[in-house]
């Protein structure tokens, strides 16, 4: 419904919550998956989240999604769906295109270890293709791409149409872990 004033009407809700991840789980993780080897395997075939040591972290995505979703009155208690969950952002020079997870309703990064502040910032696009299209310079700045610098612990979930990419990491350490949730009619 159209109110009287400004309306939003396309919004992208990004929701920014924290996680604290205990070392112990970051160290199983980065010993089980943690070679070049593992992770693209991960990301065309496996899910972490089948492992059994992680269950807890399962159960902490779970209810993170779910305070997502609550916003729209949806419970995952009450609907089938799918998580899967892969390794990414491990080491210097790692980079992603522009891309989007199509498929999936939501997607979510949840940054297990990033300290360092050399890059690897996620930039989220307005997924209005082209809406920017004849606008004067000065109307530019509604359609900005949207930077986001993370820390360890920060867990970003957004719908899996919005387009981003990861902006080249120069440190030493990143390691981070995509999640797509798939809900089920």
């Not at 996680?19 to 972490?48: F, M, R």
């Not at 807890?56 to 208690?77: A, G, M, T, V």
């Not at 210097?92 to 990033?114: D, E, I, R």
């Amino acid at each position: 419904m159209i109110e009287e004033g400004f309306n939003n009407l396309w919004p992208t809700p990004v929701y920014l919550t924290k996680a604290t991840i205990p070392d112990i789980l970051v160290q199983h993780i980065l010993t089980t998956y943690g070679d070049s080897n593992k992770i693209s395997a991960n990301v065309k075939n496996d899910n972490i989240l089948d492992d059994p040591k992680l269950q807890e972290l399962k159960r902490f995505i779970i209810s993170s999604f779910q305070s997502y979703l609550s916003r729209y009155d949806i419970s995952l208690k009450k609907k089938d769906y799918d998580l899967r969950a892969w390794i990414t952002g491990y080491g210097t020079n790692y980079a992603m295109p522009k891309h989007n997870h199509s498929g999936s309703h939501l997607s979510a990064v949840f940054y297990l270890l990033c300290e360092e502040k050399n890059g690897g910032n996620i930039v989220l696009h307005d997924p209005r293709t082209n809406a920017n299209r004849g606008y004067i310079d000065e109307f530019q700045s509604m359609f900005d791409k949207e930077r986001f610098t993370p820390s360890s612990g920060d867990v970003l979930i957004f719908p899996s149409f919005l387009y981003h990419n990861v902006e080249t990491f120069n440190g030493k350490m990143r390691l981070a872990m995509p999640v797509d949730l798939t809900i089920y009619k």
